[in-house]
């Protein structure tokens, strides 16, 4: 079994001998690092924020915040698109 430092230094190895071939994409690998995480985060507010909307919104019949959870839906799908587009 190999030990988890030994691992990782194989993975910066692996690393170094690809960044001559990544160097010349250096801008689209520094945008892929900042919108991955980005989506993954706009991935996982949506059943956040259908939670919140089912039980502030639907549960005490309220509009309003049904309103806002729709609201805050359409924003979530639609940063989350123009995100992946870049």
């Known amino acids: 079994m190999?030990?988890?430092n030994e691992k990782l230094?194989?993975?910066f190895r692996r690393l170094r001998r690809l960044w001559p071939y990544l160097r010349s994409n250096k801008g689209l690998?520094?945008?892929?690092c900042?919108?991955?995480?980005?989506?993954s985060l706009m991935q996982m507010g949506v059943p956040f924020l259908l939670r919140w909307?089912?039980?502030h919104g639907i549960?005490?019949?309220d509009f309003r915040v049904l309103a806002w959870g729709a609201a805050g839906?359409?924003?979530l799908v639609v940063a989350e698109y123009a995100t992946r587009a870049l």
């Open 2 to 4: 190999t030990n988890p």
């Open 9 to 11: 230094s194989q993975d």
């Open 29 to 32: 690998l520094l945008t892929a």
């Open 34 to 39: 900042v919108l991955i995480p980005l989506i």
């Open 53 to 55: 909307t089912i039980d």
């Open 59 to 61: 549960v005490p019949a």
């Open 73 to 75: 839906y359409f924003i």
